[in-house]
């Protein structure tokens, strides 16, 4: 059964630093979206993507926060600088056109020190 | 707040029995959907259910919807370990944003 992929599992980074988080979306969906998730906290939408631009984004996706499909496959984010508040599990989703299933990611965690 | 909100925070009930949590949103909706989250780990979807339906079911889960009273309720039946997790709703926004409650940590004690 096909899945959404991500890479790395888990980042460890230093707080300034900037990080890319990856994502393959399944091969056939055409919109995308990351979320993030605090440790214990609500899952928050940050992004999604369609047809190579932004459809909508959340108040946190502020200008430190990029994403991209590079090629056919890949879906990235990028944080610019980061920072202590970052750290959180991301989640990367896909979905079919007119459909509103969205299928997740295993996430990766991010590490802000 | 536009988020859902889900009760009980925690529910830990012996395998077998069934699991019943509820979701209330304030907003209108284009459909209403559960999720399950094992500790740390991704989000699996379950079941999905839009506005104008009131009920739908996927082997021992059952989802209600009343958007009357802007709520929904998950029921697993015949609860097993396997089923320990948190429960997630996230309804559906107007421009197809997932707008998520702070789950339900469910224990299935053996």
């Known amino acids: 059964e096909p899945e959404v992929t991500q890479t790395p599992s888990h980042q460890v980074t230093q707080m300034g630093q900037e990080v890319i988080l990856r994502c393959v979306p399944i091969?056939?969906?055409?919109?995308f979206y990351w979320y993030r998730q605090i440790l214990g906290q609500k899952v928050e939408f940050l992004v999604s993507?369609?047809?190579?631009?932004?459809?909508?984004k959340s108040e946190i996706f502020d200008d430190q926060f990029s994403v991209e499909r590079p090629d056919g496959s890949n879906f990235t984010l990028k944080i610019r600088s980061t920072k202590l508040e970052d750290s959180a599990m991301y989640f990367c989703a896909s979905s079919e056109p007119f459909n509103y299933e969205q299928f997740f990611g295993p996430g990766t965690r991010l590490t802000v020190l | 707040s536009q988020q859902g909100e889900e009760d009980p925070q925690a529910l830990s009930i012996q395998e077998g029995e069934n699991a019943t949590m509820n979701c209330s949103y304030k907003t209108s909706i284009n459909n209403l959907q559960w999720y399950r989250q094992n500790s740390g780990r991704g989000l699996v979807h379950l079941i999905l259910i839009r506005s104008n339906e009131r009920e739908k079911h996927s082997g021992r889960l059952r989802v209600t919807l009343d958007t009357s009273k802007k709520s929904s309720s998950l029921l697993i039946t015949a609860s097993r370990a396997a089923d320990t997790a948190s429960y997630f709703c996230?309804?559906?926004?107007?421009?197809?944003?997932?707008?998520w409650g702070a789950g339900t940590k469910l224990i299935i004690k053996p």
């Open positions: 993507f369609y047809n190579n631009e932004i459809s909508e």
């Open positions: 091969s056939n969906h055409l919109y």
């Open positions: 996230a309804r559906m926004d107007s421009n197809y944003q997932l707008i």
